[in-house]
DNA sequence: ACCTGAACACCGTTCAAGT
DNA sequence: ACCTGAACACCGTTCAAGT
């Protein structure tokens, strides 16, 4: 026991085993003992890695927040709404096409997390690869035209409708079970007790849709600009 | 001791205790201990009148659910886009007026308890004040002509929005201190440390613009329904 | 019915001790 | 430098005991 001569945890590892504790069984289940349990060591182990277990869970947000994919951002100069089409890449497509498609791997990137969502929703704080997201979206919409108080507004707005998306599914949030929906207090849920079989299809829906619309509302705005 | 003849506590009071707790010092600081030091009691005492804190947490959150006003969706036929204006009262209004109207109240209720948030984004479960929202608003959708698949995808985008915003605020997450953003590693977040300071009015604008948005991009496709 | 104290299996974190 | 066991002040919950 007592020091190894090669470490037995590095802060890699621990991240990697901290995420799948949470994706598997919650943010509750995400203790250091039983973190420590999953790493075979014992739970002070950890604390030579990480000051506190703050420290440990903004590690963890940071690695998820890692897999967005900015690429769409990293344009010489961005065009206006009618730059040449085609949504991938990353050289002269508008800024909406941008958005979309940050938005859906951003998206993608959250809901395959959710119960860490409502951690990284609180802000990028110090964390390098949140802040390199904020940065890389502002920076586009201002290279874009937007003005900054606009282009900022955006930027919250769209934070507000992914992490809303992927912090709970809208579907899986009616219970199944059909009794719950007495049709004398609520005469329009007859059906809601099929919602959760049909979770993937719903939530996928319903975020296409908002983005489609959010996407097209924000093109009147940028079209009264000029 | 034991017990007294006029009861020390009731349902109502240890909600409201309970809120008052997560309000002031976060979801962490409610512990059924702390909680009935609060109420001077001790801590097995709340078992007399909730099963678990689970079952606890579920009754602050309907209370605040309680709080959104659903009146703008009690018409008693729903009118479509082209209906007489004014944005308040409940009959007469269209459903774009009628989802505004409620959008705030809802952001209003929620915004105002954000660490509660995530509990309450995990969905309608089975309280009956989060029943009867998802109800009025799917109601008065498919009242006003919406089909009953893209009604169920506004009440979901909607709620995405809707929580998205009141989970955290997007200017207080970028943290004041201005040596957070070098510029070598964000080029466009040199203002960024401002943000903090103008929480109300950032968060509030997004909301407003993204809320508009989503609607103008709604209306866009309700127009081609017909 | 409604409160209490004692007890159980848990927490995050500190610290002295080991190599 | 990096791990350990023991210890501290906490948790949620159960249960027997009191009135």
Redesign the interface.
């Known amino acids: 026991m007592a020091r190894p001569r090669t470490p037995l945890l590095s802060r890699e590892r621990i991240v990697a085993a901290a995420l799948r504790l949470i994706d598997d069984e919650g943010l509750d289940a995400l203790s250091t003992r039983r973190l420590a349990t999953e790493l075979s060591v014992s739970g002070p182990s950890l604390y030579n890695h990480f000051a506190t277990k703050d420290e440990l869970l903004d590690a963890v947000v940071d690695s998820v927040i890692g897999e967005v994919d900015l690429s769409m951002f990293s344009t010489d100069s961005a065009s206006g709404t009618s730059g040449t089409s085609g949504s991938a890449g990353g050289v002269g497509i508008t800024w909406q096409e941008a958005l979309r498609d940050w938005a859906r791997s951003y998206r993608a990137a959250l809901a395959a997390h959710p119960n860490i969502?409502?951690v990284l929703?609180?802000?990028?704080?110090?964390r390098?690869n949140a802040?390199?997201l904020?940065?890389a979206v502002?920076?586009h919409l201002?290279e874009s035209g937007w003005p900054?108080?606009?282009a900022?507004?955006?930027?919250?707005?769209m934070?507000?409708?992914?992490?809303?998306?992927a912090?709970?599914?809208?579907?899986?949030?009616?219970?199944a079970d059909a009794e719950?929906?007495d049709a004398a207090?609520?005469?329009?849920?007859g059906?809601?007790h099929r919602?959760a079989g049909h979770r993937g299809t719903?939530?996928e829906?319903?975020?296409e849709?908002?983005l489609?619309?959010?996407?097209?509302?924000?093109a009147?705005?940028y079209a009264r600009l000029a």
Chains 1, 2 share one sequence.
């Open positions: 969502v409502p929703a609180q802000g990028p704080g110090r390098p802040l390199r904020a940065d502002f920076g201002v900054r108080g606009q900022t507004r955006i930027g919250a707005l934070r507000y409708f992914v992490t809303g998306s912090l709970a599914s809208f579907a899986a949030g009616f219970p719950v929906y207090d609520y005469p329009h849920l059906e809601a919602l719903v939530d829906g319903a975020f849709t908002g489609e619309a959010l996407l097209d509302g924000l009147l705005r």
